[in-house]
C-alpha cells in the first residue's frame, strides 16, 4: 500500500514531468512568441539586476570578512582572495542567485499566470486563437532559462568585487594584486560548469512557477497558494540540481 | 475521445438555418452530471437567454460551444463545424466568428484598453496594417461610448467600464455570434440595465446572434427573443419571457419570483 502522500508526490513529479515535455513540444514550433519572450527577458532579467546586485555584493564581503579569522589562524590570510573566489564562483554566487530567483521570479509567475487563470484570462487568450501555454508558458520558462546563467555572471563579478573591498577592510591588497590572483585561481573548469548548471536553475524556476500559475485553482486563496509553492518547490530543485551538478562536475573530473 | 456522430439528414438541413445546433450533449465532472443530453438551437439573428440555477451548468454550456471544454458525448455545431471534432487551427478559425464575454471581464491586466482590443485582431487578422486596427479599436470604443479611456489601464476603470471594454473586445472581431456569461453580475441596476441595453443595440447593430447566460430577469427582458431554462442539465423549456413568466410549471415558476 503506497502512502497517500507518497502519492500526491509521484502524480505532482509526473505532472510537472509532463508540463515541461510539452515545453519542449510547443516552444520550438511555429508561431514564435519573440515579442512576448524579449518582454519576459526584461521582466525576469532586467528588473532582477538590482536585487541580484546588491546580494551579490554583501555575499562577496560577508564571506571574505567570516573567512579571514579561519585564514588568519592558518598564517594563510594571502590566501583569501584565491579561496574566496573559489567558494563564490563555483557555488555561493550560482546558487543564491538562483535562491533570490526562485523567490522573486518563481512567487511572481506563480502569482501572475495563477490570476489570469482564477479571472479567465487564460481561457480569454485561448479565445482570442492565441495557445495561452506558447504565448506566457514557453515564453516564462524560456527567458527564466536564458537570463539567470546572465544574472549569474553579473553577481560573480559583484561577489567578487564585495571580496576585493571585504580583504581590505582589515588588511590592505592593492586592486591589481587582488585581481590577479582571483584569475590566477580560477580555471575555465571552475567557471564553465558553475554557469551551465545555472541554465538548469532557470529552467527549473521558471517551469515550477509557469506549472503552479498554470494549474492554479480555487480563486484568490489557490493564488497565494501557487506563488507560495512555486517559490518552496523551485528553491528545493536548485538544491538537487545543484547536488547532482556537483556529483556530474566530480565524476567527469572537472574541478 | 468523442466518437463521430453522424448528422441526419433533417438536422443538416436544419443547422443551415441555424448558427449554433447542439444535440444530446452530456458533460460530468466526476459523479456530478452537468449537461444530460442537452438539445438546442440557435437560429441567426436571435439571442436567446439560458436561465438556470447557480452551478446548472450554463457556463459549462458555452464554454463546450466555444471549445474551452470537451463534451463527453453529443455533437455542437457552430456555423457548420462539429466543435469537438477540430483541431486547434480549425478551432481558432470558429472563434475568429464567435465572441465571448466572460463573466469576470477577462481583461489583461497588464496590458492598456487598446492593447486589450488589439490583442484579438493581431491573433486573428495577422495582416491587417496598424492603421486598421487603430481604425477598429476606435470604432469599438466609440460603439461603447468609451473612446477616451483608449490609453487607460485596466486597473484604472469602473466594473461597468470594464464590462464595456470587454464588450467591445467581444465585438471587434465583428463576430457572427456571441455568447455572454453573465453580463450583469456584479454591477448596480442602472449600469446593468444600459449594457443590457448596449448589448440589444449592439446585435441589431451587427445582426448577430447570441447565447446569454443570465440570471438577472431585468438583462433577460430586454435581450431575450426567447428563454431556455437548463433545469437538470436538461433543455427544460424553451419560449418568450411571457409565456415563461406566466407558466404553471413550479419549477419555471422560481425563476420569475
Not at chain 1, 539586476?49 to 555584493?57: D, E, H, K, N, S
Not at chain 1, 506563480?110 to 487564460?122: D, H, N, P, R
Not at chain 2, 487578422?125 to 489601464?153: C, F, Y
Not at chain 2, 455568447?179 to 448589448?199: A, F, H, Q, R
Request: hydrophobic share 45%.
Amino acid at each position: 500500500m503506497i502512502p497517500v502522500i507518497f502519492k500526491r508526490f509521484l502524480n505532482e513529479t509526473g505532472d510537472i514531468t509532463r508540463f515541461a515535455g510539452r515545453f519542449f513540444k510547443e516552444a520550438f514550433k511555429p508561431r514564435y512568441e519573440f515579442a512576448e519572450l524579449l518582454r519576459q527577458c526584461y521582466f525576469i532579467g532586467y528588473k532582477s539586476l538590482p536585487l541580484v546586485a546588491i546580494t551579490a555584493f554583501i555575499m562577496g564581503l560577508v564571506i571574505t570578512i567570516q573567512s579571514r579569522p579561519t585564514l588568519v589562524e592558518f598564517g594563510a590570510e594571502a590566501w583569501l582572495p584565491k579561496m574566496v573566489s573559489v567558494s563564490l564562483v563555483r557555488e555561493i554566487a550560482p546558487v543564491i542567485t538562483a535562491l533570490i530567483c526562485a523567490g522573486k521570479i518563481g512567487s511572481g509567475i506563480g502569482a501572475e499566470l495563477g490570476s489570469m487563470k482564477v479571472t479567465e484570462q487564460i481561457d480569454a487568450m485561448e479565445v482570442s486563437g492565441t495557445n495561452p501555454f506558447k504565448y506566457l508558458v514557453a515564453t516564462r520558462i524560456m527567458a527564466a532559462t536564458l537570463t539567470i546563467p546572465i544574472l549569474v555572471v553579473l553577481a560573480d563579478a559583484v561577489s567578487l568585487y564585495g571580496g576585493y573591498l571585504g580583504v581590505n577592510i582589515r588588511g590592505v591588497v592593492s586592486w591589481d594584486l587582488y585581481w590577479n590572483q582571483v584569475f590566477d585561481t580560477l580555471a575555465f573548469s571552475d567557471v564553465i560548469p558553475s554557469i551551465i548548471k545555472t541554465f538548469f536553475f532557470g529552467f527549473a524556476i521558471g517551469t515550477i512557477g509557469c506549472y503552479k500559475g498554470y494549474n492554479s485553482n480555487k480563486g484568490t486563496e489557490g493564488v497565494g497558494r501557487s506563488a507560495n509553492s512555486a517559490v518552496v518547490i523551485s528553491s528545493l530543485l536548485v538544491f538537487i540540481l545543484d547536488l547532482l551538478a556537483v556529483q556530474i562536475i566530480d565524476l567527469l573530473s572537472l574541478t | 475521445m468523442i466518437a463521430k456522430t453522424e448528422i441526419s439528414e433533417s438536422d443538416k438541413q436544419t443547422a443551415n438555418e441555424t448558427v449554433i445546433q447542439l444535440r444530446n450533449v452530456s458533460k460530468s465532472f466526476g459523479s456530478n452530471n452537468v449537461l444530460k443530453s442537452f438539445t438546442f438551437d440557435l437560429h441567426k439573428g436571435d439571442t436567446v437567454v439560458v436561465l438556470g440555477k447557480s452551478g446548472s451548468g450554463k457556463s459549462v454550456l458555452i464554454k463546450c460551444i466555444i471549445g474551452l471544454i470537451k463534451p463527453d458525448s453529443g455533437t455542437i455545431n457552430v456555423l457548420g463545424k462539429n466543435i469537438p471534432e477540430l483541431n486547434n487551427e480549425e478551432l481558432d478559425m470558429i472563434r475568429a466568428k464567435v465572441g465571448f464575454l466572460f463573466q469576470s471581464n477577462a481583461l489583461y491586466d497588464s496590458m492598456t484598453v487598446r492593447e486589450n482590443l488589439e490583442f484579438p485582431l493581431r491573433r486573428h487578422k495577422a495582416k491587417m496594417s496598424k492603421s486598421q486596427i487603430d481604425e477598429l479599436v476606435v470604432e469599438a470604443l466609440t460603439n461603447v461610448g468609451l473612446a477616451h479611456t483608449i490609453d487607460m489601464r485596466t486597473s484604472e476603470l469602473s466594473g461597468g467600464m470594464k464590462k464595456r471594454i470587454a464588450l467591445a473586445r467581444t465585438l471587434i472581431l465583428k463576430p457572427e455570434i456571441i455568447l455572454y456569461d453573465e453580463p450583469t453580475t456584479g454591477l448596480d441596476p442602472i449600469t446593468g440595465k444600459e449594457i443590457s441595453k448596449l448589448m440589444r443595440e449592439l446585435a441589431k447593430k451587427y445582426n448577430t446572434s447570441s447565447i446569454v447566460i443570465s440570471h438577472d430577469l431585468n438583462c433577460v427582458k430586454i435581450v431575450a427573443d426567447s428563454i431556455v431554462m437548463l433545469i437538470d442539465g436538461k433543455c427544460y423549456a424553451q419560449d418568450i419571457y411571457e409565456n415563461l413568466e406566466r407558466s404553471s410549471d413550479k419549477k419555471i415558476q422560481e425563476f420569475f419570483i
